[in-house]
């Protein structure tokens, strides 16, 4: 699994005795393990005895396999069809949205009897996860997401932490208690907030002036068919437009090397991303980046993202950037998933996307960012995804967590 168990002076079940803040992380997908990843890379410098520690870690048996099998599921189910619809199924069939349905219970075996006597606080990142351990212990769900499908209102945690008052809206309509929902601002990775009005104004200027447009595309963890043929597409028709392309291939080494075979025989200059890259940007036509683990991934990111002038992905979590650091967005379709939609709808409403929803526009994206620029909607689109929306969501969710314990 990518995310490492934080422990820290004892071991987890030393600390479960004691008020205290634990995390209990899913480490499914990037989405919501990415929310996670933000809050405690803040908490740990200020709450250095926090112990955190994933589903893998805190179940055995059938239970473990159940886990696992839900993380291949989710892997399968975002490559789109069949197993998407089978895995949101799993995630919203339970009688009144309770922990009472056959496979909730297996889920959640292990971890109610670990969480049984906990008295601090326990931080979760995945609605499965928040639905377990409702009424067993203090849960404060991360839900980092725009988007709010009905699985997501969980009955009997103390707080559920949302972006915006959009995502409160629909989690009232779905049946949470106004009492329950913190609003909290974007849940951006703390590096980008603290470059983000300065990169964003250098990006306004890159855009005004001639120089070319560099375009960041982002795969996903299930590396969906369709996306990647678009990434690929794109890359080279800005490559074509004298523009330059940032591929960031994830963590998968075989989906890396597959990309940089797409580009062998193109003639364009390719770059791989290494130690000499981190320091100064290189001259490159196609810089591939690629990262270990999930947190390597997102840090090459977080250092990169000031440098890109728009950004191709599909509209999960990273949709955050289009609406909150004004980064343009062209959106990778099919749209995959119970968040995808909905995430573009609020951004499509922002007017901070472009949706990339054929081969054609893929393969005419280096002129659609060119016509963009020149007509000015470009700029536009930037400027509509800043300063709209509070982007310290991290900061504040920690800020009220050590509140909370400290009263």
Known sequence: MQMRDRIFHKSPDDYLQKPLVTALCSDIGRGHPSYMDGLLSLLEKKYPTIVSRTVFKASKGVSLLSWKFLSGLYSISGKG?????????????????SSNSFAMKILGRDIKRKYKNFTGICLVDHPLIAKSLAGVCRVWYLHGEIAAPKECAIPGVEKILVPLEETKEKLLTCGTTREAIQVCGLMIEPGLVDTAEISFNRRLERIKSNQPLTIGF?????????????????????????????????????????????????????????????????????????????????QRAVELIPHLDVFAVASHERTNWAVGLGLPMFVLFPLIGTFASQNFEFAQSQKVVYPLDSTEKAKDLGKILSELRQSGQLLDMARNGFGIHRINGVEIVVSDLLKTMNS
């Not at 197993?83 to 009144?96: C, G, Q």
């Open 81 to 97: 069809g069949l197993a998407t619809k089978f895995y949101n199924l799993i995630r919203r069939r339970s009688p009144d949205n």
């Open 218 to 298: 982002f795969t996903s963890g299930a590396y969906p068919k369709e996306h990647m043929e678009k990434i690929i597409l794109g890359a080279r028709s800005v490559i074509e437009a004298k523009m330059k392309a940032i591929i960031f291939c994830g963590t998968n080494p075989h989906k890396f090397r597959w990309v940089r075979n797409e580009f062998k025989n193109s003639g364009a200059k390719i770059v791989e991303d290494d130690e000499e890259t981190y320091h100064e940007i290189p001259d490159f036509d196609v810089l591939l980046v690629t990262g270990k683990t999930r947190q390597e991934d997102t």
